[in-house]
C-alpha cells in the first residue's frame, strides 16, 4: 500500500478511530460496522452515470457491505483532515471471481461529534476489471 496520508487528525481520537475501522471494513469484506454510523447517517453517492442517496444506518450498511463484499487492499491511500470530518481518497483492490478489480474512491466524511459518520459523500470512478486495468497502464494514464 502507498500511504500518502498528510496530516491525519491526532492519533487515538474517536473520529480517526472511526475512520480506521471503516477502512478495515471495506477491505475486510465482510461487512461494514453499523456502530461506525449514526442512526440518521447520510450516504450521498456519485458512481459512473448515476448519483442516489441512502439514509438511516441500515440503509448505508447495506449499501457499503453491498460494494465492500469482496476482501481487497488499499493499494494507495490519501487522508485530509477538514473541519468536522476527514476526506479520504484510496485505489481500492480485490479479487472478483478470480479476476483482479480495482476502484478510485473518494469519502468527504462528515463526523458526529463523538467521532461516528453523520454524513459521507462518496465519488467512485468506477470499478475496473484486469482487462481495462492493463489498458490503463498500457497507456500510462494512471498516477
Given at each position: ?47 459512473p452515470g448515476w ?54 474512491h473518494c469519502h ?36
Amino acid at each position: 500500500m502507498t500511504d500518502t496520508t498528510a496530516a491525519t487528525p491526532a492519533t487515538g481520537s474517536a473520529a480517526t478511530r472511526t475512520v480506521d475501522a471503516f477502512l478495515e471494513a471495506a477491505c475486510a469484506g465482510a461487512g461494514v460496522p453499523a456502530d461506525l454510523f449514526t442512526p440518521d447517517v447520510l450516504l450521498d453517492a456519485t458512481v459512473p452515470g448515476w448519483r442516489f442517496a441512502a439514509q438511516g444506518v441500515d440503509a448505508v450498511t447495506r449499501q457499503y457491505s453491498g460494494w465492500f463484499a469482496d476482501p481487497a487492499a488499499l493499494e494507495e491511500l490519501e487522508r485530509l483532515p477538514v473541519e468536522d470530518g476527514e476526506v479520504v481518497t484510496y485505489l481500492l483492490s480485490w479479487l472478483e471471481a478470480g479476476v483482479p478489480h480495482a476502484a478510485h474512491h473518494c469519502h468527504v466524511l462528515r463526523l458526529a461529534p463523538d467521532g461516528r459518520i453523520a454524513r459521507d459523500r462518496f465519488f467512485c470512478g468506477g470499478r475496473w476489471p484486469a482487462d481495462l486495468l492493463a489498458e490503463m497502464a498500457a497507456a500510462g494514464d494512471a498516477g
